[in-house]
């Protein structure tokens, strides 16, 4: 019963939480800030977790905090680049398709293929962070280390290849040209691949309790998002008709896990 109560209280919030903003991106016409909204409500949902259960174990307190560094990091990046950079072409292509070939209005196409759409991948994606919280306090496991070592490494790896990326954008030089250094020499994506390392390392802290095994369509689903659905693709579709140096880079450059570059 603590398990249903639990999911039913965080889709609620989170419920809520979109239903909100919604109406706020449909005051703006712009929903380019539900990037930063997916890492945010994660946070929430962690500490609705925590606060829910009572539990105060080692398990809680590390997947608690984890998702909270990784959550706020992420979050507060992608707000700050909404405002620098305005709209998302992603969403911007998404809605005028949407209205022209559909005939839908800004409203209601924003709920059904954002805001509608984003919550329940949000919330499968979290379910280690709500499962790994609910049984009683045990010490933690090799597993358990293991996953709090690997999520750790991903929020550094993702955040050191974005300040890369930040910094290479940033140089006036550098436009039009293909980011190669750093960790983008080894991968294309050193952002989802650290990303899928925070969501595994979650997951295997949460599956050292038992319960929180139960959790792996979280990991497995934002592993699909980021490697086959909205994540690399969308961003190499873009990259190859824009960058015409892109295609010697995908020659080379591991796609998603870090490897040396080959040689071509």
Known sequence: MEIVQLLILNFTIATVLFLSLWLVNV????????????????VLISWT???????????????????????????????????RNGPDRRYVTMMGLAQKDRGWGYARA?????????????FIVCLPVQLGQIPAPTP????AW?????AAFGILFESIGDFQLVAFKADPANAGKVLQSGLWRYTRHPNYFGDACVWWGLWLLAADTGLGAWSLPGPILLTFLLTRWSGMPTVEGRMRRKRPDYEAYVQRTSGFIPMFPRKV
Do not use: E, N
Request: aromatic letters at 12%.
């Open 140 to 143: 933690l496991g090799p597993l």
């Open 146 to 150: 293991a996953g709090a070592v690997l």
């Open 27 to 42: 005051r703006i016409k712009d929903p380019s800030f539900i990037d930063s909204l997916w890492a945010l409500g994660m």
């Open 49 to 83: 977790s925590f606060l829910f259960t009572g539990a105060r174990g080692a398990h809680s307190l590390l997947l608690t905090a984890l998702c909270t560094i990784w959550g706020l990091r992420l979050g507060i990046y992608l707000l700050w680049r909404w405002r």
């Open 110 to 122: 924003s709920l059904l293929l954002v805001f509608a759409l984003q919550l329940p991948l949000q």
